[in-house]
């Protein structure tokens, strides 16, 4: 089982920017198909922002941050960031990055489900405040 950990959290005003990091190891990122970021906030589900592949294919994005974050990962160095701009107070949440630990034949699409996702993180927290 692949270790994963994300950093980068912290507390910002609305319109301002943040990068989360997402360190694997144990092969986590590199023995991955798809790779996730996820958020939580208090009294809701856990909801799938971002996916990427290890393919250089398309990165799927929640409407809701759409044009507003950017994943991307290298999986030579077991990382994973999203780079979160022009951000919003509901955009406040407990962030978790997560691999799906499948390797082999892929059919193009990583799914933003949290229930396909196997190695999880602890969860960074951003605040945005108005």
């Known amino acids: 089982q692949a270790q994963v950990q994300e950093s980068g959290g912290g507390s910002v005003q609305a319109g301002g920017s943040l990068t989360l990091s997402c360190s694997t190891s144990?092969?986590?990122?590199?023995?991955?198909?798809?790779m996730g970021w996820f958020r939580e906030i208090p009294g809701k589900e856990r909801e799938g922002i971002a996916s990427?592949?290890?393919?250089?294919?398309?990165?799927n994005y929640a409407d809701s941050v759409k044009g507003r974050f950017t994943v991307s990962r290298d999986d030579d160095k077991e990382m994973m960031t999203l780079k979160m701009t022009s951000l919003k107070p509901e955009d406040t949440g407990m962030y978790y990055c997560?691999?799906?630990?499948?390797?082999?034949?892929?059919?193009?699409?990583?799914?933003?489900?949290?229930?396909?996702?196997?190695?999880w993180g602890q969860g960074t927290q951003v605040t945005v405040s108005s």
């Open positions: 997560a691999a799906d630990r499948r390797v082999g034949p892929f059919n193009g699409y990583c799914t933003r489900s949290k229930y396909e996702y196997k190695d």
């Open positions: 144990g092969g986590g990122a590199s023995v991955s198909n798809c």
């Open positions: 990427i592949d290890q393919y250089g294919g398309e990165p």
